[in-house]
């Protein structure tokens, strides 16, 4: 077993429902898979002493995950009062409709289409509720609707996919862009340095300790991959199907389908900065 403290960002060991920090509560849907490592974090969030509460990502479209999900606000006294939402991939937002049914809330998301309710979120904005203050921060790569949450009182920032709690995250093309990305990660990064946050609470994963090291290790792993990507475009490779034989041959196969539509970006970022 691998010591925590010695691998990127510090990870809290096993992933699990319940306390994650002062303000933050995980409940983890049960869709575990390749990609969604032991499945979506969803996060209740609430000031110590309130009965209101915040829930971001409610997740898939999992009926006993999403009553879970008002049952734990219930167990600790709190009324859900708002849903938000970090972008629109389904094991993050499927279920945000019928959990909107179910607690009377409106969702807020980047994305119009996302959004019940009046009011959407965009960078820069402060949400409030009931004394909690979350800041909303700007992370588009991942996807094009891509938010993360600063959460200041607690030192901490929910990711979403942005930045997952084990391994990297994928940057699809064509949604997914490259440039946005590594602007995404020097923005959080600034938030370790400027705003002191120390922990990241990712949409997958377990809790990082160390944020700023996590956010250093994101963006040393891809300029050594997209060093790679250039260095096989060099070597002959012409299209991303050869580039993924190529660069990720230690990977599962059946990852490679994937691992293409990160190579698009990849190559995209390339011919656009005249590196192809």
Same mark, same amino acid.
């Given at each position: 077993?691998?010591?925590?403290?010695?691998?990127?960002?510090?990870?809290?060991?096993?992933?699990?429902?319940?306390?994650?920090?002062?303000?933050?509560?995980?409940?983890?849907?049960?869709?575990?898979?390749?990609?969604?490592?032991?499945?979506?974090n969803?996060?209740?969030?609430?000031?110590?002493?309130?009965?209101?509460?915040?829930?971001?990502?409610?997740?898939?479209?999992?009926?006993?995950? #999403?009553?879970?999900?008002?049952?734990?606000?219930?167990?600790?006294?709190?009324?859900?009062?708002?849903?938000?939402?970090?972008?629109?991939?389904?094991?993050?937002a499927?279920?945000?409709? +019928? *959990?909107?049914? #179910?607690?009377?809330?409106?969702?807020?998301?980047?994305?119009?289409?996302?959004?019940?309710?009046?009011?959407?979120?965009?960078?820069?904005q402060?949400?409030?509720?009931?004394?909690?203050?979350?800041?909303?921060?700007?992370?588009?790569?991942?996807?094009?609707?891509?938010?993360s *949450?600063?959460?200041?009182?607690?030192?901490?920032? #929910?990711?979403?996919?942005?930045?997952?709690?084990?391994?990297?995250?994928?940057?699809?093309?064509?949604?997914?862009?490259?440039?946005?990305?590594?602007?995404?990660?020097?923005?959080?990064?600034?938030?370790?340095?400027?705003?002191?946050?120390?922990?990241?609470?990712?949409?997958?994963?377990?809790?990082?300790?160390?944020?700023?090291?996590? #956010?250093? *290790?994101?963006?040393?792993? +891809?300029?050594?991959?997209?060093?790679?990507?250039?260095?096989?475009?060099?070597?002959?490779? +012409?299209?991303?199907?050869?580039?993924?034989?190529?660069?990720?041959?230690?990977?599962?196969?059946?990852?490679?389908?994937?691992?293409?539509?990160s190579?698009?970006?990849?190559?995209?970022?390339?011919r656009? +900065?005249?590196?192809?």
């Amino acid at each position: 077993m691998s010591d925590a403290a010695a691998l990127p960002g510090q990870p809290r060991g096993v992933v699990a429902s319940g306390p994650a920090t002062t303000r933050a509560v995980n409940v983890l849907a049960p869709n575990p898979s390749a990609m969604t490592l032991d499945g979506t974090n969803t996060w209740l969030l609430s000031e110590p002493g309130s009965d209101l509460a915040v829930v971001v990502d409610p997740g898939p479209l999992d009926e006993g995950h #999403l009553s879970g999900v008002v049952a734990t606000a219930e167990r600790l006294g709190k009324r859900v009062a708002l849903t938000l939402l970090t972008h629109g991939h389904p094991d993050h937002a499927e279920g945000a409709g +019928r *959990f909107a049914e #179910l607690t009377g809330t409106p969702v807020r998301a980047l994305d119009p289409a996302l959004r019940l309710g009046d009011e959407g979120l965009g960078a820069g904005q402060v949400v409030t509720v009931g004394g909690l203050e979350l800041r909303v921060v700007a992370t588009p790569g991942h996807t094009s609707d891509s938010l993360s *949450f600063h959460l200041p009182a607690d030192g901490a920032v #929910l990711t979403g996919d942005t930045v997952l709690g084990r391994g990297t995250t994928m940057v699809a093309h064509p949604d997914g862009r490259l440039g946005e990305y590594l602007d995404s990660l020097r923005r959080l990064r600034s938030l370790t340095v400027d705003d002191g946050v120390r922990t990241v609470l990712p949409g997958h994963g377990p809790v990082l300790e160390d944020a700023q090291g996590a #956010l250093e *290790f994101y963006l040393a792993h +891809r300029a050594a991959r997209l060093a790679q990507v250039a260095a096989a475009v060099e070597a002959g490779c +012409r299209t991303s199907a050869e580039v993924v034989a190529r660069v990720y041959a230690d990977v599962d196969r059946s990852l490679w389908p994937a691992a293409e539509l990160s190579v698009r970006a990849q190559l995209e970022y390339l011919r656009e +900065r005249g590196g192809s």
